[in-house]
């Protein structure tokens, strides 16, 4: 029998270590987040979803092929030392070198760029409490949004004083990652050749 996260409707809830958490993880198929001492199921993806962040993923790829940077995908985990998430971005970026959380050699703590595609039941999440979370994650100096609905990319970039500014591509166009020197245009980004050749 498989094990299930915690119930996260109890009134009571019991908080978890992040080793116990990594234990957990280590047990079962589906991805979980550890949030505030809580182990949360990570929300099933759409095949829209997973074309999206595969389409972001190799063309990052392809135009950092050759630099001293690694493109990782969702199966790899980072955890924002400063507040204890532990989560799965869609696409990061990561530079020069890969550093391991200090409990788990197996996740990454220092992303250069996160890319989270955004649906309806994750949004208001990836807007807001997890972008809060990400800030905290010294290295980091882009966090992109990429909506599954329309077509549209966002790019939030750190400055040197520490705010952050935010461009927004829609419709069409080129989406620019200043931090690393990429462009995500948005026609490659919402093709589906399958479709087009139907």
């Known amino acids: 029998m498989s094990k ?12 978890v270590t992040f080793a116990e958490y ?24 759409t095949l829209k979803h997973a074309l999206i962040a595969v389409y972001v993923s190799v063309s990052l790829g392809n135009q950092l092929e ?7 995908g969702s199966q790899v985990r980072f955890r924002v030392l400063a507040t204890g998430l532990a989560t799965y971005p869609d696409v990061s970026i990561v530079y020069d070198k890969l550093e391991r959380d200090p409990e788990h050699q ?25 972008f809060h979370d990400y800030k905290q994650i010294p290295s980091l100096k882009e966090y ?21 500014h935010y461009h927004d ?5 080129v989406a620019e990652l200043a931090s690393i020197g990429c462009k995500l245009d948005l026609d490659e980004v919402y093709r589906n050749p399958l479709e087009e050749s139907a």
């Open 106 to 130: 197996d996740t990454l703590t220092n992303p250069t760029v996160l890319v989270e595609v955004l649906s309806p039941s994750t949004e208001a999440y990836d807007r807001g409490d997890k």
């Open 144 to 164: 992109v949004l990429v909506s599954s609905e329309r077509r549209r990319i966002e790019v939030f970039r750190r400055q040197e004083d520490g705010s952050w």
């Open 66 to 72: 050759g630099q001293r940077c690694i493109t990782f």
């Open 22 to 45: 990594i234990a957990f993880e280590e047990n079962i198929e589906t991805k979980h987040e550890y949030r505030n001492g809580e182990i949360v199921a990570m929300p099933e993806k």
């Open 169 to 173: 591509t829609m419709e069409r166009g």
């Open 4 to 15: 299930e996260a915690p119930h996260m409707g109890e009134a009571a809830r019991k908080l």
